[in-house]
């Protein structure tokens, strides 16, 4: 099966940006989406189309896509952005969705 | 603002079914597509399947054979079946809007998820 790979955990401080990261064969030709989950609750898409940002959601979280890598950055992180991200695009074969395994991004 | 909250048992025994169903309000549930995804406790999450008005349907190749989904349009409702779950299949499962064109699907709306564990 078509897996996305991300890292387990990114640390950063306070201020700082972070980078998220995540892999997939099929990725240069598929946009990427990205979502945020909070302990006990629901995902919320923070990205989409790689690049895009939905109403609501600080301008400091950019996405990109670099070939069979896209990126989540969070600039001037915040302690309310301490949570896991997920990034989500279709399998190789375009038929159904699938999540990378997700990124806890810790604010320490 | 659209809405979305799921119902059903928490509880289903093992080679039961599981039965859900999520309750739409501020979008018509005709006109959008609607996915389940799920999350097993400490895990990542899983797509299950997709409808589009009862009509256009896929599942995850994983779980094909024993999911089922279903629209009923007169209570603007989504439902989901498992069949022969076990313990596998104890999870928090989120019923979602799905945006997007074939194929890069994306889920703009999520309900805030219903825990439901197998075990007898």
């Known amino acids: 099966s078509y897996e996305l790979t991300q890292p387990p955990s990114v640390s950063v401080s306070p201020g700082q940006t972070a980078s998220i990261t995540c892999s997939g064969d099929?990725?240069?030709?598929?946009?990427a989406y990205w979502y945020q989950q909070k302990p006990g609750q629901a995902p919320v898409l923070v990205i989409y189309?790689?690049?895009e940002r939905p109403s609501g959601i600080p301008q400091r979280f950019s996405g990109s896509n670099s070939g069979t890598t896209v990126t989540l950055t969070i600039s001037g992180v915040q302690a309310e952005d301490e949570a896991d991200y997920y990034c989500q695009s279709a399998d190789s074969s375009s038929t159904y969705p699938v999540f990378g395994g997700g990124t806890k991004l810790i604010v320490v | 603002q659209v809405q979305l909250q799921e119902s059903g048992p928490g509880l289903v025994k093992p080679s039961e079914t599981l039965s859900l169903t999520c309750t739409v309000s501020g979008d018509s549930i005709s006109s959008s597509y609607w996915t389940w995804i799920r999350q097993p406790p400490g895990k990542g999450l899983e797509w299950i399947a997709y409808t589009y008005n009862g009509g256009s349907i896929n599942y995850n190749p994983s779980l094909r054979g024993r999911v089922a989904i279903s629209v009923d349009t007169s209570k603007n409702q989504v439902s989901l079946k498992v069949n022969s779950v076990t313990a596998a299949d104890t999870a928090v499962y989120y019923c979602?809007?799905?945006?997007?064109?074939?194929?890069?699907?994306?889920?703009?709306?999520w309900g805030q998820g219903i825990l439901v564990t197998v075990s007898s």
């Open positions: 099929a990725l240069p030709k598929k946009n």
């Open positions: 189309k790689d690049n």
């Open positions: 979602a809007r799905q945006r997007g064109y074939y194929p890069l699907y994306y889920f703009d709306s």
